[in-house]
């Protein structure tokens, strides 16, 4: 609190102070400051000159000793020279006053800060505090009110000590008068809205108050000369000079021409071209001429003759004391003073919203379809000038007719805005500016690296032009031809999709297209043999990375070899993304492939050394062939009997033997009794082979099998086993998806504290490589637990992790996410959004497709899954009809489920319908009570999963014997020991009797 106050009255603790003497000598210490005052100072102050007593050191101590009797005895203190206020800063209020003034004032809060400093200068009218005051008042009450200010203080000055302003104020005063007749020169005013730049114009404005060079930087097309007129329109500087330098044809021109538009008169006059010695006293002319009051100097398209405009630039900078300089250029000045703001592409609703506009402006009334609309705006990269002339089209075309023509956007995109710059009348106008400041050396560059459409590293291009590639990269970033991304791996360079098209074209024009796919080819083999041999190796986490950041580009030259028969390209080229792939859970990309991979080898016979790496492909096309259904499984045994299963490595030599087996069993019934030996047999077999990879293996396959075969329990023991044979050699991802695994099964059979022990195992591992559908899937088993468990925080936390990484789940997360959250819903009594969520699961399920699937559509897996889980949720949650139409749907698929003519048979989830038409008849009153109480014990025998709480066994033995008392004992005692295949007959008996 306030102890002094001088600005008012004088006060003590808020009691006047008697005596004028005194209080002229407190008003005296309290400007004099911390430092005090010398006698002299301090009798002149308190006598004035012409009234000195006759001794004033005498008369200044009586004052003094007034003056603390009227404070306190410390508040004065003598100093070797007189004395001073032995006060702090907050005890006085003038001191605490000035420092948060001119606070105020410094942020530009003129309002708050103006009171504050009329009382500063009645008290202490130094040259920091009237500046401060004159700004204030220009910024609250006007510029001419701060005239009047400053005419004020100039007379009282002039009149009391015949003295004129500080150059400090006359500067201000110069500020001033500019500000009251602005200079705006150069600025257009035709300006339509700038759509989508509104935090951009506040990061440049924020950036020229802090910085004396700011060049927006970006290719042609991105709206930089638009935005750097906006800025120039808000410049809070009383002089803007916006100069286009599109017209400068030489460097040498740049200083007439700057000096043109500022009006500075030329050395000599009629001479289109100046000497170094006139161009140097022009440049120092209108450095003269910008200097006096701050000033904003606009510098468009600079990147022709950015050498020029950087010498200049840097010239006016140390020259001139407050000139601020905003550049647009396709390249940076590269001087000390620059700041440089990349401009970034329009988002896709701001893209949008400027085609609308641009849209209904050329053709009122035309129909925009909103998804069309988003996708010319991302194809065209966001760049407005693209979207600009796309939008001026509906003219005379549709909006898809657009975006069908945009495959040949430099033919379509012409002829936009007739007032714009022929550069910017069509989009190849725009690039083809840049491209004609190259050199040879990096027009070259430009074309062969425009066939990555992904990016590209330094090292894939200097694979594709030379060691020296750097010196052409580097130009092509400086021309906003390519941009940095600062990428996991390190620096990836881009196009722009219409850079990169506009490059394509140069490539073909040129005839360098076959040459340049040959060299992106080469980098692709040895790039994808490089990262396959490394996946299956304690490197695994480094190799899985370095083809993430590379998955799109091989996976298009894979694309491109596979159409022009390349085999050995596509050998080496599988082998790397197919394991990348499997490892990611992406099979279906794998399953895909297998058609036209067949194809190709099916008359190839590959050499020597490519003999391995052919049989790796093989074991993956055929794993992805027996797990959809069989479709091309013949084709592909085919070509592997001719190539030979025999690999020199163990784990894909058991690999190639199960696969064989596999084959054999689909080809045969669902049962495995046909031509072939059944899978499990021979899986019975390998388990017992002395080499321990390859019994690792082997119990792996045998634990799909036997959960396949609805021997969960079997599956367990076999899993198990497998983990304790596998070791880390081959990277930590077997082990991580036999935990997934075993997660699993534990899940199937209700044990979930187990399943959740062995999830939390491979979580970080599958979370590392990227392995998102398995990572989804482990994820939800945890949610389930902790939601059975009643920590349903915890279940909710799991989940919202999920929903922050947004992993790329394949089919079976695509489910398992939103099954898992409404199971946490119906845990919180939320029961009709629990059972909606269940109801878009089948929803989900029902409109995905998998790649190689032969069976019947309405029979896939995963839908007939997530309909018997809804059909047992609304069975015990729901109220009247809910659920009706899918059990009457599953009631209707069941007969064709266990049918004898299915190829294969998957006993836990015909194990899951089952239970659900057991437990809905049970629960619904709406079957035979025996009939549903021996659905309810096929369902149990057929292995089905419990890993959803209503399913419970638990719970559907409560149910049956509640509703049934003594039938399903009985039905268990006449079931006996069979499983799985044994009871098959059994539950085509019981179908077709409800039937």
């Not at 505090?129 to 007379?155: C, I, K, M, N, Q």
């Not at 993430?548 to 030259?557: G, K, M, T, V």
């Not at 039905?971 to 077709?992: P, S």
């Amino acid at each position: 609190m306030t102890t002094l106050s001088v600005l008012d009255e004088v006060t003590w603790a808020g009691a006047p102070v008697a005596g004028e003497r005194t209080r002229a000598l407190l008003r005296a210490l309290v400007e004099a400051g911390p430092r005090g005052a010398s006698e002299a100072a301090l009798v002149e102050e308190v006598w004035g000159r012409d009234d000195v007593p006759a001794n004033p050191s005498k008369a200044l101590q009586v004052v003094v000793s007034r003056a603390r009797t009227a404070t306190e005895s410390s508040a004065i203190e003598r100093t070797p020279r007189g004395y001073r206020l032995n006060l702090q800063a907050g005890d006085v209020d003038a001191w605490s006053l000035r420092p948060e003034a001119l606070r105020l004032a410094a942020e530009k809060r003129y309002a708050e800060a103006l009171p504050l400093l009329e009382r500063l200068l009645r008290l202490d009218p130094d040259e920091e505090v009237t500046e401060a005051v004159l700004r204030a008042v220009a910024a609250v009450h006007g510029v001419p009110a701060a005239l009047e200010r400053f005419e004020a203080y100039r007379s009282g000055l002039a009149d009391g000590l015949g003295v004129d302003p500080s150059p400090r104020l006359r500067a201000v005063h110069a500020e001033l008068l500019a500000r009251d007749r602005p200079v705006r020169s150069g600025l257009r005013h035709d300006a339509d809205v700038l759509i989508g730049r509104e935090q951009d114009a506040a990061e440049v404005s924020a950036l020229l108050k802090a910085s004396r060079v700011v060049t927006i930087l970006g290719p042609g097309g991105l709206g930089k000369t638009s935005l750097a007129q906006v800025i120039a329109h808000g410049a809070e500087q009383p002089v803007v000079h916006f100069v286009e330098l599109v017209g400068v044809t030489a460097p040498e021109d740049l200083v007439s021409e700057v000096g043109s538009a500022l009006g500075v008169r030329d050395s000599v006059a009629h001479r289109d071209r100046l000497t170094p010695d006139q161009r140097a006293d022009v440049r120092s002319r209108i450095a003269q001429q910008l200097d006096g009051v701050p000033t904003l100097l606009v510098l468009d398209n600079c990147e022709h003759i950015v050498a020029a405009v950087a010498d200049l630039v840097a010239f006016l900078v140390a020259t001139v004391r407050d000139l601020t300089v905003l550049t647009t250029s396709r390249s940076p000045l590269a001087i000390g003073a620059e700041r440089v703001y990349p401009l970034g592409r329009l988002g896709t609703y701001d893209g949008s919203e400027l085609f609308r506009r641009r849209a209904v402006a050329a053709r009122p009334g035309v129909h925009l379809d909103e998804g069309r609309v988003d996708e010319i705006v991302t194809r065209l990269d966001g760049l407005p000038l693209a979207i600009e002339l796309a939008a001026v089209k509906v003219r005379a075309m549709s909006v898809d007719d657009i975006a069908r023509r945009l495959e040949n956007r430099f033919e379509l995109l012409r002829g936009g805005d007739r007032s714009a710059p022929d550069r910017h009348q069509t989009l190849v106008a725009v690039i083809d500016w840049s491209w004609n400041l190259l050199s040879e050396r990096e027009r070259r560059a430009m074309r062969w690296l425009s066939v990555f459409h992904d990016g590209f590293t330094l090292a894939a291009a200097e694979s594709m032009l030379g060691a020296d590639t750097f010196a052409a990269i580097e130009e092509l970033v400086d021309q906003s031809l390519l941009t940095v991304v600062d990428a996991p791996l390190g620096f990836r360079y881009r196009m722009l999709e219409t850079v990169r098209e506009f490059g394509r074209m140069q490539l073909i024009d040129a005839g360098e297209d076959a040459a340049a796919r040959a060299a992106q080819r080469a980098w692709a083999r040895d790039y994808a043999d490089a990262s396959a041999g490394r996946i299956y190796s304690p490197e695994q986490f480094d190799a899985m990375d370095e083809l993430r950041a590379e998955e799109s580009n091989l996976a298009d030259i894979l694309r491109q070899v596979l159409a022009d028969d390349e085999a050995e390209s596509v050998i080496r080229l599988f082998c790397a993304m197919g394991v990348f792939w499997t490892i990611a859970g992406e099979h279906q990309r794998v399953i895909m492939l297998a058609g036209p991979v067949a194809d190709l080898l099916a008359e190839w016979e590959p050499p020597p050394e490519l003999l391995e790496k052919t049989r790796l492909v093989l074991a993956l096309l055929l794993f992805g062939a027996a797990v959809t259904g069989g479709s091309g499984l013949e084709r592909l045994m085919t070509i592997l009997d001719r190539v030979g299963a025999e690999a020199a490595d163990p784990q894909l030599r058991v690999m190639l033997k199960v696969m064989q087996a596999m084959a054999a069993t689909v080809s045969g019934n669902g049962a495995g009794t046909g031509a072939g030996r059944p899978l499990e047999d021979e899986l019975a077999d390998l388990v017992t082979d002395p080499d321990q990879e390859v019994r690792a293996r082997a119990y792996t396959f045998l634990s799909h099998e036997r959960e396949n075969l609805g021997d969960p329990e079997g599956a367990v023991a076999a899993g198990r086993e497998a983990l304790r044979l596998t070791g880390t050699d081959g990277g930590l991802w077997p082990q991580a998806m036999l935990h997934a695994q075993l997660s699993g099964l534990y899940a199937q059979l209700g044990r979930l504290g187990e399943a959740a022990e062995h999830a939390r195992e491979a979580v970080p591992v599958l979370r590392r490589l990227g392995a998102d559908d398995d990572l989804v899937q482990t994820n939800a088993i945890l949610v389930t637990y902790a939601v059975e468990q009643g920590r349903l925080e915890e279940a909710a936390e799991i989940l919202a992790q999920l929903a922050d990484e947004q992993p790329h789940g394949g089919f079976g997360s695509r489910g398992a996410v939103h099954g898992a959250r409404a199971q946490l819903l119906l845990a919180q009594g939320r029961v009709g959004e629990g059972l909606a969520l269940f109801r878009e699961v089948v929803e989900t399920m029902g409109e995905m497709p998998f790649p190689g699937f032969t069976d019947d559509p309405d029979l896939v897996p995963w839908r007939v899954a997530a309909e018997a889980v809804t059909v047992v949720a609304c069975a015990r949650h729901g109220e009247g009809p809910e659920g009706s139409d899918l059990f009457e749907a599953l009631m209707g698929k069941a007969p064709r489920l266990v049918s004898e003519e299915r190829r294969a048979q998957d006993y836990p989830v015909t194990g899951m319908v089952l239970l659900a038409l057991g437990l809905w008849g049970l629960l619904r009153d709406a079957l035979p009570r025996e009939e549903s109480v021996r659905l309810v014990v096929l369902a149990d025998r057929f292995g089905y999963s419990r890993s959803f709480l209503d399913m419970r066994w638990e719970r559907a033995v409560v149910d049956a014997n509640r509703l049934a008392p003594g039938v399903l004992e009985r039905v268990c005692e006449e079931y006996g020991e069979r499983r799985g295949l044994a009871l098959l007959d059994e539950a085509r008996g019981v179908i077709a009797r409800l039937a």
